[in-house]
Nanobody, 119 residues
Framework: QVQLVESGGGLVQPGGSLRLSCAAS????????MGWYRQPPGKQRERVAV???????AYADSVKGRFTISRDNAKNTVYLQMNSLKPEDTAVYYC?????????????WGQGTQMTVSS
């Protein structure tokens, strides 16, 4: 089992910046990748960014060049730095951990944090 606790959401003006944090605990040795997903109002959840245990990253086209995912292994924490925010970035942001064990793979989710971009 992996537990994820997110923090850092809130209200920000267009063009502003915000950083989300996700602290992992539990069976963290089984984590293959961690990422951020978001669900805008009335829409489906979509992947925003992911970082693997090897440090590889991937981003949705809509956030490339504006968002940066990073991690602090000593703190078991993943961050999402969001710059040049747009109203369309408004969503509930969820942290995800994907774990791999022999013959078993699981997804774990945080509780979600609201991020609103509005003037």
């Amino acid at each position: 089992q992996v537990q994820l606790v997110e923090s850092g959401g809130g209200l920000v003006q267009p063009g502003g910046s915000l950083r989300l944090s996700c602290a992992a605990s539990g069976s963290i040795d089984n984590i293959y990748s961690m990422g951020w997903y978001r669900q805008p109002p009335g829409k489906q959840r979509e992947r925003v960014a992911v970082i693997t245990s090897g440090g590889s990253t991937a981003y949705a086209d809509s956030v490339k060049g504006r968002f940066t995912i990073s991690r602090d292994n000593a703190k078991n924490t993943v961050y999402l730095q969001m710059n040049s925010l747009k109203p369309e970035d408004t969503a509930v942001y969820y942290c995800n951990a994907f774990t791999i064990q022999p013959m078993k793979a699981d997804d774990y989710w945080g509780q979600g944090t609201q991020m609103t971009v509005s003037s």
